[in-house]
């Protein structure tokens, strides 16, 4: 999974719609082993017609992923979780080789993220509202927990999968759709990862 055919296969490929395909930009990058200095493949920058597909998109699939209970959209989660076990010594292997963090840390980086979708997870259970005791005579007062629709997570380079896995999982237990926008330095790392979710999430 993170040999050179993985990254060779990603090239300027972008995740949209649980769909991997070419962008249509004709602006990248090269993504550089920072070991041996090897071009490992080479990133698109996204356009701004593709922006506002994703957007799109994701607006769509909050509304299917709101639509699921609490206890079901928790269930899909942990197989997203159970997923990012499965796959961890190549998803560790291929942060390693794109931006040099010591394996050790990077398979460390994918259990953290486990744990915190797994917090998310059980959290999301829970997505009843409350009555609150009166102020004032003859007022109901109560809250409701009610996802904000589509969210946008900017991610940087150090841990790509960690701060990821707190944001989006978070987001996601609240009924949000997530886009991610991946830190140029760990862009295939990212969207091996959120082929995970990709797996066992809508679309």
């Given at each position: 999974m993170s040999g050179p055919e993985t990254?060779?296969?990603?090239?300027?490929t972008i995740l949209v719609d649980g769909q991997f395909r070419r962008s249509t930009s004709t602006e990248g990058r090269d993504v550089v082993d920072p070991a041996t200095e090897e071009v490992?493949?080479?990133?698109?920058?996204?356009s701004p017609d593709e922006i506002d597909h994703a957007v799109a998109c994701g607006h769509a699939a909050q509304k299917t992923w709101w639509a699921m209970s609490g206890l079901e959209r928790a269930e899909a989660m942990h197989e997203v979780a159970n997923e990012l076990l499965r796959i961890r010594q190549p998803l560790a292997e291929?942060?390693?080789?794109e931006m040099g963090k010591p394996y050790?840390?990077?398979?460390?980086?994918v259990d953290w993220s486990v744990s915190a979708i797994r917090y998310y997870a059980e959290i999301g259970r829970n997505d009843m509202g409350r009555v609150i005791g009166n102020a004032v005579a003859g007022h109901?007062?109560?809250t409701l927990k009610l996802p904000l629709g589509v969210v946008v997570s900017i991610?940087?380079?150090?841990?790509?999968?960690?701060l990821l896995?707190?944001?989006?999982?978070a987001a996601l237990a609240a009924g949000n759709a997530v886009i991610v926008k991946p830190s140029e330095y760990t862009s295939i790392t990212t969207l091996l990862f959120a082929e995970a979710?990709?797996?066992h999430l809508p679309p």
């Open positions: 990254f060779s296969e990603l090239s300027r490992l493949t080479e990133l698109a920058e996204t291929a942060l390693t080789r050790k840390e990077s398979a460390d980086e109901l007062n109560y991610q940087p380079f150090n841990y790509p999968m960690t896995a707190w944001e989006g999982a979710f990709n797996r």
